[in-house]
């Protein structure tokens, strides 16, 4: 591997008018678990989807591991956990078939598994606690267990990044202490893992650094100093830290900090 794990420099993207990314830059070592902070809208999606070479930027360019993205799509080496609603859950597919997904890049054009392909997603479902469930249609499955599938996915993959869109959301508690246990894992084998997500408190334990976003990039560093009150007040206008802060209030407070941005943008 050439340079960073992940290099995105000076990124530019528009969907139609509205700008999503403006001259975003990030740079990720390997190995390294990094929490992206941002609120609703702030452009964490789109950065992933530019990670992935699945939109190109209107300017600047991104690396992975010295490589386009589309390349290092191409070979496998980026696992992606989709947010929940960007998945058709009713999809005919069991969990076995999401998880075999990832070993597509390894088979010949017939996609025909070999038995290294199955061993591969037997293991992998057992590394995420689903074997069980292996046969069941994905959309049957619990919020943390669906996570968990994706997870698997990228291991039977043998993905050297992981991209997480808010992998904790609608999860149960097993389900996020086996995820967290999982990453922590990738990443001492080598794995460089991006995740985006909305549970600051759980942000120091899990990850190596953290990124606020807004549609640039205002900060990155150790989880501790990015965290502290008037950093987040910068990206989301509130004291979202605060531990009493009831869910729904700071979904109000939130929203209202949505609506301060838009209206400085
Ligand atoms: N396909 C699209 N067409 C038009 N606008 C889009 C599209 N996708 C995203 N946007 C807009 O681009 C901006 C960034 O969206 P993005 O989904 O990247 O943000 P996000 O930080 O992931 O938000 P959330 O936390 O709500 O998932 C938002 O204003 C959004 O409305």
Request: aromatic fraction near 4%.
């Amino acid at each position: 591997m050439n340079g960073p794990a992940i290099l995105v420099e000076n990124v530019t993207v528009h969907y139609g008018e509205v700008l999503a990314l403006d001259s975003a830059s990030l740079t990720l070592d390997a190995a390294r678990i990094c929490g992206l902070i941002g609120m609703n809208g702030s452009g964490k999606s789109t950065l992933f989807k530019v990670i992935m070479g699945m939109i190109k930027p209107d300017a600047g360019r991104v690396l992975i591991g010295g490589a386009s993205p589309s390349k290092a799509r191409k070979e496998g080496g980026i696992g992606y956990v989709p947010q929940s609603e960007d998945v058709d859950w009713q999809f005919p597919l069991s969990v076995r078939d999401v998880v075999m997904m990832g070993r597509y890049g390894h088979q010949g054009f017939t996609r025909r598994p070999s038995k290294a392909d199955r061993a591969a997603v037997e293991e992998a479902l057992d590394r995420v606690e689903l074997g069980e469930y292996a046969g069941r249609q994905i959309g049957q499955l619990s919020g943390g267990q669906k996570k968990r599938a994706f997870v698997a996915r990228g291991i039977a993959q043998g993905a050297t990044m992981m991209l997480l869109d808010e992998p904790f959301a609608g999860v149960d508690k097993r389900s996020e202490a086996t995820i967290t246990r999982l990453l922590r894992e990738l990443a001492s084998d080598g794995c460089t893992i991006l995740i985006s997500t909305h549970d600051l408190h759980a942000l120091p334990q899990l990850c190596d650094e953290a990124v606020l976003l807004m549609r640039r990039v205002l900060m990155h560093g150790a989880p501790e100093v990015v965290l502290q009150p008037e950093n987040l007040a910068m990206a989301f206008g509130l004291d979202v830290l605060n531990r009493d802060l009831p869910e729904e209030k700071a979904a109000k407070h939130q929203r209202t900090g949505h609506a301060r941005a838009e209206s400085r943008g």
